[in-house]
């Protein structure tokens, strides 16, 4: 104990979470990140980005491998289970949030299987993002630390030692015995902690999510890698407003070493319909409804201030900034907090809110009629700036381009509006919503179209591909039997795959359209839309076999970073990424339609 040590890969950790804010757990039984009490809260434990003196909380025998022999979340459950075989014995450590009621708590409990085993745990708490060190003091049987506004308030039976700004303790766990942690979050004004039973809080943990799980109407040959991903869904909902962040973690690199190191703990609207239809189609018609309702409250205003991303609130303001203080993963600086693309303009979000609300009109979702008079405004702003250039929807750092999929989304608006009058009874002026999807239709197949090498392309005038390409049929603009459709899917496969994975576009390339330093993995979202792409024009046993690959690169207990990295063999990005994890679940119903014996909603 007492030595510094450095976090493991990205996918060495598993994590749990109340669905307000989640934390990290590693292999060796260490909790590296934790946000207190919200997803974008600082973080308490922060050695992911740096080491041990940033914060960490570990628990593991005091002997032997400190890896764990096996670990496993137990059943359908956010709870983990960490097993470790000793000489003398093993042990369980089981991990989990239990759903808030009040203050945030992290639990954990040694449980003894085997033998007698020595354990030890360390706890280090940095408010600050690992900057402060707080002052920490008994009151009765609780140690307490406090900085600034914040405090954390441990109970146990163990006796835990403090020296070197660490609090720390061995103990013996025999087989059958049940040693409890429970952590837990206040504001530093809170003069006593709210106490939690362990054993109470495990049941009911366990209740929870086994109820919840029971209500996925899939059934197919995916079932456990779509549970898991929807179960990570659920935990990265902000449950107060039904926001979805798209990691719970900041600044874990797209390269190791690089500088492609953003904050993904904000909600983004570019996946907001693959979203709901993952949702609807699996029998969550309430999550749908709460995502929805956030995406609603979070544009609502003037259509021309409409952001690509915002807080876990509906927060529009998300100032980017460095914790110069953390080395970064594995010295891969900057670490940020805050994402500067939030001021970027992107015209694909208009269409994504347009087809989202579509899509839950289409499936009765409750209570949009109101909606209306904001899809009017959106489409009335969107005749006078489609045509305007736009950053895009991987939030290049470069210079504004003409991008192909961003009109695309410009037509799916324009197209939702004209199909809301004519399925639905809505009013408004059809013919010239009928005008402004031609025109963007037109302008797309002429300028964003390569008829030499039969693909589209990723900016008007650019020789570059570009992932998103991918999406065209799957919004409708032209259907996936089109040879133009056709040829760009096969361009894509061509130019864009490494290893059997697909890249967003090419960044080795001096004419990158990111025009950032370094390089990134194979974007896990994209290689799922390819799968879905490679099925849809007929090529199933090509489509089952990139999926099945895909879900091989999932960690032992089920969870995706955001990219592969082929050449390392690892996972990249930040951690565990929603946007990975809900292509999964939408390209395993499409095949497992495909098959046979099973159908969505």
Sequence with gaps: MGVSRVPGWIEDYAMIGDMQTAALVGRDGSIDWACLP???SSACFAALLGDDQNGSWTLRPADGEPRATRRRYRGDTLILESEWDTATGSVRVIDFMPPRGGAPHIVRIVEGLRGSVRMETSMRIRFDYGHVVPWVHRTGAELVAIAGPEAVWLSTPVELQGHNFTHDATFDVTAGQRVPFVMTWHPSQVEESDHLDAEKALSRTERFWEKWVNQCTYEGPYREAVIRSLIVLKALTYRPTGGIVA??????PEEIGGVRNWDYRYCWLRDATITLEAMIRSGYKDEALAWREWLVRAVAGEPQLMQIMYGIRGERRLTEWEADWLPGYEASRPVRVGNAAVGQYQLDVYGEVMDVLHLARRHNIRGGDYLWGLQRS????????WDEPDEGLWEVRGPRQHFVHSKVMAWVAADRAVRSIEEFGKEGPIERWRALRDTIHAEVCEYGYDPQRNTFTQYYGSKELDAALLLIPEVGFLPY?????VGTIEAVRQDLMVDGFVLRYRTDLD????????????????????????LAIGRQDEARELFERLLSLRNDVGLLAEEWDPRAGRQVGNFPQAFSHVPLVTTAL????????????
């Design 38 to 40: 919200d997803f974008d």
């Design 378 to 385: 959106l489409v009335n702003y969107l005749e006078w700036c």
């Design 247 to 252: 990691a719970p973690t900041t600044s874990l």
């Design 511 to 534: 004419s990158s359209a990111d025009q950032l330093p370094g390089d990134e993995g194979a974007f896990l979202a994209c290689s799922f839309w390819m799968a879905n792409a490679l």
């Design 481 to 485: 039997d089109d040879p133009r459709v």
């Design 590 to 601: 499409n095949l497992s339609a495909r098959q046979g014996g099973w159908r969505a909603e």
